[in-house]
T-cell receptor, first 116, second 112 residues
Framework: DGGITQSPKYLFRKEGQNVTLSCEQN?????MYWYRQDPGQGLRLIYY???????QKGDIAEGYSVSREKKESFPLTVTSAQKNPTAFYLC???????????????FGPGTRLTVL | LAKTTQPISMDSYEGQEVNITCSHN???????ITWYQQFPSQGPRFIIQ???TKVTNEVASLFIPADRKSSTLSLPRVSLSDTAVYYC?????????????FGGGTRLMVKP
């Protein structure tokens, strides 16, 4: 069953702690993305990766870190430096390149992080 | 990156056709137009994508005029389950970075 999985669905952390959100895909996609969504708002790009061992900052990377050691996995760490970490976090993946643009981003179910 | 503008919200009734228009005046030659649907507490879901003229699939149609500065998502005979936020995006997969920008979207409320 192909798709993107994110875990956990709900996550609580104390202020000052780092926390890592998991994202795994078995779609054989090259690119993976992390977005943040606040209530009533659109999605904002945190980080993205087009290839293993390489990633780029998005619009709101401060206070976050990522790694891409495997094609299937793109974990996001929310560090204590992130001022307002409570949000809904979405991971996505897509194919890249080719003669025809087919950049459909497939999204995971999301992780809702609450900082207590 | 091309910026998009869409209405913040729309109301409709079951069985009606809904048209949501998106403006993208700065669309580039290589950009495609993509629409996503998002339900509360879920990830967005791809609806339809097009480059010019008209595209139709099993859930929606996408109308794109010749100048490509706008596009209209058409949902035929909506039902209550179509209540969601709809995002219009423009982007080029071959552009380094592939940074699609999700705006605030259009909140569609379908009433009985």
């Amino acid at each position: 069953d192909g798709g993107i999985t994110q875990s956990p669905k709900y996550l609580f952390r104390k202020e000052g702690q780092n926390v890592t959100l998991s994202c795994e895909q078995n779609l054989n996609h090259d690119a993976m993305y992390w977005y943040r969504q606040d209530p009533g708002q659109g999605l904002r790009l945190i980080y993205y990766s087009q290839i293993v061992n390489d990633f780029q900052k998005g619009d709101i990377a401060e206070g976050y870190s990522v790694s891409r050691e495997k094609k299937e996995s793109f974990p996001l760490t929310v560090t204590s430096a992130q001022k307002n970490p409570t949000a809904f976090y979405l991971c996505a993946s897509s194919h890249i390149g080719g003669p025809v643009f087919t950049d459909t981003q497939y999204f995971g179910p999301g992780t809702r992080l609450t900082v207590l | 990156l091309a910026k998009t503008t869409q209405p913040i919200s729309m109301d409709s009734y079951e069985g009606q056709e809904v048209n949501i228009t998106c403006s993208h005046n700065n669309i580039a030659t290589n950009d495609y137009i993509t629409w996503y649907q998002q339900f509360p507490s879920q990830g967005p879901r791809f609806i339809i994508q097009g480059y010019k003229t008209k595209v139709t699939n099993e859930v929606a149609s996408l109308f794109i005029p010749a100048d490509r500065k706008s596009s209209t998502l058409s949902l035929p005979r909506v039902s209550l389950s179509d209540t969601a936020v709809y995002y219009c995006l423009v982007g080029d997969n071959n552009n380094a970075g592939n940074m699609l920008t999700f705006g605030g979207g259009t909140r569609l409320m379908v009433k009985p």
